[in-house]
């Protein structure tokens, strides 16, 4: 299985970026998806979760800025950052657990920078 990330970059604070994890095989083949988050020097955390059912949560620190979805018929998963800040930095990754097996899989990471 192999989850690819993009979608990071450079934004301003308050701007908005959309990130994206495409699936090597049928993401409805996963009982959970999320996105983590690891800032330099800091601990990796989780941001966001989504079930296979479509239930979400979020990370309280996000006060409802980040939307984060999943689309099956594409195989990918997404997270909509609003109202970026500056410690919103960080290499962001998707992770994704098996149904079958209950094994993680990790993406790559992708950068997300918030220049205030």
């Known amino acids: 299985v192999q989850l690819q990330a993009s979608g990071g970059g450079l934004v301003q604070a308050g701007g908005c970026l959309r990130l994206?994890?495409?699936?090597?095989?049928?993401?409805?083949?996963?009982?959970?998806m999320g996105w983590y988050r690891q800032a330099p020097g800091k601990e990796r955390e989780l941001v966001a979760s989504?079930?296979?059912?479509?239930?979400?949560e979020y990370a309280e620190f996000l006060k409802g800025r980040f939307t984060i979805s999943r689309d099956n018929a594409k195989n990918t998963m997404n997270l909509q950052m609003h109202t970026l800040l500056p410690e919103d930095t960080a290499v962001y990754y998707c992770?994704?657990?098996?149904?079958?097996?209950?094994?993680?899989?990790w993406g790559q990471g992708t950068l997300v920078t918030v220049s205030s």
């Open positions: 994206s994890c495409a699936a090597s095989r049928r993401i409805f083949e996963f009982a959970s």
């Open positions: 992770t994704a657990k098996s149904i079958v097996t209950g094994l993680w899989y």
């Open positions: 989504i079930t296979r059912s479509g239930r979400t």
